[in-house]
């Protein structure tokens, strides 16, 4: 039988982060988990932007009139018409920031020639959906409008998201499918949650996993859809109807996260469709394992490497 890498667990046991009693702020006073996640990373030394990096900060006007969304951009100077990746941060819908990426995205966004756009969108319980998709989506029209500006390129646009955030790309995804307003490339969903109904097998057997819980998915989705029982269109990607002519998609799920199945699912449901789809088990792996120093999250840094420098090659 596998077992979770021991170097991933060490990493994981010695980080400042697993101070912080997720779980139960989750059930109990989730905003708080923001705060302490920031005092966490006041402590850390700034990530070191690279010279050949161009790293900033926009605000775009909303569809919601008078109010703003940040845009965290990342790309390679003096470079031009570079695809673009728009990206949804992790944190259960609840916490985290486009900065707490900035160590993966400052490598990425060199090594790929790559413009990355993280969002910074509106988070529950304050906004439970549809908030966040409408940043998203609000954000994906104005890249397609102005990404030239900033030296992306309107036609080659890629979506992304880790954890929740993939939720929030993968509901995009069906969105723009329908609106027929904008076209997207590729989605690449990381460790994904994709349904309310934690009923998969993995969600029981591996309930208690390191990093998320079933418990912990619970809560998230409580707060994300205070009235579960209604589920609104495009909430719950696995639950869609529709999987036609959705861009294609690589799915990477982990070998010991409660959210592996429901990620399988949702990558066969692709399939069915005729949706090209490339699905990535990372043996080994618990949620959101990329986070941490280890051999394993080095190796997967690679092949993530190969997936997108293949993907904007297609797209040339």
């Not at 992306?152 to 998201?161: A, E, K, S």
């Not at 998609?249 to 399988?264: H, N, R, S, W, Y």
Request: hydrophobic share 40%; with cysteine.
């Amino acid at each position: 039988m596998n077992t979770i890498d021991q170097e991933l667990l060490a990493a994981i046991s010695h980080s400042a982060y697993g101070e912080i009693d997720y779980e139960n702020l989750l059930q109990h006073n989730p905003q708080k988990i923001r705060d302490q996640e920031m005092q966490v990373s006041l402590l850390e030394p700034d990530a070191i932007i690279p010279h050949d990096l161009d790293v900033r900060n926009r605000y775009i006007p909303s569809s919601d009139k008078g109010r703003n969304i940040r845009l965290r951009i990342y790309r390679s100077k003096d470079k031009s018409n570079l695809p673009v990746l728009v990206y949804f941060h992790g944190g259960a819908f609840i916490y985290g920031t486009p900065e707490q990426y900035d160590f993966i995205f400052f490598r990425l966004a060199s090594d790929v020639d790559l413009m990355i756009v993280s969002v910074d969108y509106r988070l529950a319980p304050e906004h439970p959906f549809p908030a966040a998709m409408e940043d998203g989506y609000d954000s994906l029209k104005w890249l397609a409008q102005y990404s030239s500006n900033l030296g992306g390129d309107p036609n080659r646009v890629l979506i992304g998201g880790s954890s929740a955030g993939a939720t929030i790309a993968a509901s995009i995804t069906h969105l723009a499918r329908d609106k027929q307003e904008i076209k997207i490339r590729h989605q690449l969903l990381l460790y994904p949650a994709m349904s309310h109904l934690l009923n998969t097998a993995s969600m029981e057997s591996l309930a208690d996993a390191p990093m998320q819980t079933k418990n912990a998915a619970k809560w998230m989705w409580k707060h994300y859809l205070p009235h579960m029982d209604q589920r609104p269109a495009y909430a719950v990607p696995l639950l869609e109807e529709n999987f036609n002519q959705l861009p294609d998609a690589t799915v990477v799920v982990c070998e010991f996260d409660p959210l592996k199945d429901e990620g399988k699912m949702y990558a066969e449901k692709l399939r069915q469709a005729a949706v090209s789809t490339e699905l990535i088990e990372i043996q080994g792996a618990v949620h959101a394992f990329d986070f941490f120093e280890s051999s394993l999250s080095d190796a997967f840094y690679d092949r993530l490497l190969n997936v997108l420098t293949k993907t904007v090659n297609q797209d040339k």
